[in-house]
């Protein structure tokens, strides 16, 4: 049996502390990972269908093989080996804004962080996202518009963030910025743990070919009831797709860390 709590690692940023905590959960009797940041709970290990479903239903949006995709929001990392069980997969940019959260991974204190960080295809990225989007900075080598797929899992809606400086993603221009990712039929998909926002669906489709909203329940162990998230999935338009695509194999994995 394990400890019945532990502060696995903390440390202090910009959006408040972060904490990373391991408890036992004697009704399940099993080890319950959990990330919180300030008031707010991330993510738990008792938790990831949601997480999970970013990845499936992300990817099977996308065409062809040799996929190169990019993630914001590493958490526990269960979108993460969720994309890596697609055998199409080629290279894997994870990234994220807190530094503890990419080492805590790389010190295996997570429950998936061995199986991550020691997979070839991944790279795990130190950089802010929205940043990176907003700027035009590309998400992984060879410049925008090289990325077969953007999966993001920061906020819990477009309309509940963490930080106020991430709103602008979620808007025509941000979206806009964020397609210049994407090559031609390129795949946006996001988590969202509300209802389906209609209002952001017409924006997607709005801003991309096009867009819907996949409703995914689970059932909550302590409510007994179930719990629904949202993943938004939209895709650009696929002109062109076949002669803008990368040859097989012509993007090498680069496992680590980066700085961006």
Do not use: C, K
């Amino acid at each position: 049996m394990s400890r019945i709590f532990e502060e696995l690692g903390r440390e202090a940023t910009p959006m408040g502390d972060i904490s990373l905590r391991r408890r036992w959960e004697p009704e399940l009797e099993l080890d319950v990972w959990e990330v919180i940041l300030g008031d707010e709970f991330l993510m738990s290990s008792l938790f990831t269908t949601g997480e999970r479903a970013l990845a499936s239903l992300g990817l099977a949006a996308t065409v062809g093989d040799n996929l190169n995709i990019a993630i914001g929001g590493l958490g526990l990392g269960y979108t993460a080996v969720e994309a890596l069980a697609d055998e199409r997969v080629a290279s894997m940019y994870v990234v994220d804004t807190l530094a503890a959260v990419i080492g805590w991974h790389e010190d295996h204190r997570t429950p998936l962080g061995a199986e991550l960080t020691t997979d070839p295809r991944t790279t795990l990225v130190h950089g802010n996202f929205f940043e990176l989007v907003r700027t035009r900075e590309s998400l992984a080598p060879g410049g925008p518009g090289r990325l077969d797929a953007i999966l993001v899992d920061i906020d819990h809606s477009p309309r509940h963030l963490l930080d106020p400086s991430h709103a602008g993603l979620y808007r025509p221009p941000g979206l806009a910025r964020l397609q210049e990712q994407l090559m031609p039929g390129g795949v946006f998909a996001l988590w969202s743990d509300a209802g389906v926002d209609d209002e952001f669906v017409e924006v997607l489709r709005g801003s991309f070919a096009s867009a819907e909203a996949h409703t995914v329940t689970f059932e909550n162990v302590y409510t007994g009831r179930a719990t629904a998230s949202t993943i938004y999935v939209a895709v650009t338009s696929n002109d062109g797709v076949e002669s803008s695509r990368a040859p097989s194999g012509s993007t090498a994995p680069h496992r680590g860390r980066v700085q961006l």
